[in-house]
């Protein structure tokens, strides 16, 4: 089965409320490792300065439902649709939805590396999804992340 892989960025319209931005990214990312364990679809969501990069893997019909739920979903505005292919085999195939969002500290290394990502995602697409997946790597490899 063809498997497509969709990349697009948003604004979050997040505010902080009985839970700060960065626990209700976290909530977000792990609903949707539920959701999309139930469809087959696996990726990655990035949250830094304001701004949520996603990438989504699977069949290709499905993927586009979830962007369509997403593109409805109040929690984004200016969504942008940044890359969509057609790929051989999963690059994110371990994660029903990782989660890589920046902390508390600005100058932390982690949230270097998200800022570089943003800034990919204006120039090349295809290095900013390998660059999502070397951090993953690393970030697991710390014990920082586990599947999910």
């Known amino acids: 089965m063809p498997i497509s892989r969709l990349l697009y960025t948003s604004r979050s319209c997040l505010t902080p409320d009985e839970l700060t931005v960065e626990q209700q990214v976290s909530n977000i ?6 959701r999309n364990k139930e469809v087959g679809v696996t990726g990655v969501l990035v949250f830094v300065e304001n701004q949520f990069i996603q990438l989504l893997e699977g069949e290709g019909e499905v993927v586009a439902e979830v962007f369509e739920r997403i593109c409805c979903d109040f929690d984004h505005a200016q969504v942008r649709l940044v890359d969509l292919v057609g790929v051989k085999d999963r690059m994110f195939g371990r994660w029903h939805m990782a989660e890589l969002s920046g902390g508390e500290d600005p100058a932390s290394p982690l949230d270097e590396e998200l800022r570089h990502i943003r ?30």
Do not use: D
Not at 123 to 142: Q, T
């Open 29 to 34: 990312a792990a609903r949707a490792a539920i």
């Open 119 to 148: 800034f990919l995602m204006g120039v090349n697409a295809r290095v900013a999804v390998e660059k999502m997946h070397e951090c993953l790597l690393e970030c697991e490899a710390n014990g920082l992340l586990s599947p999910a």
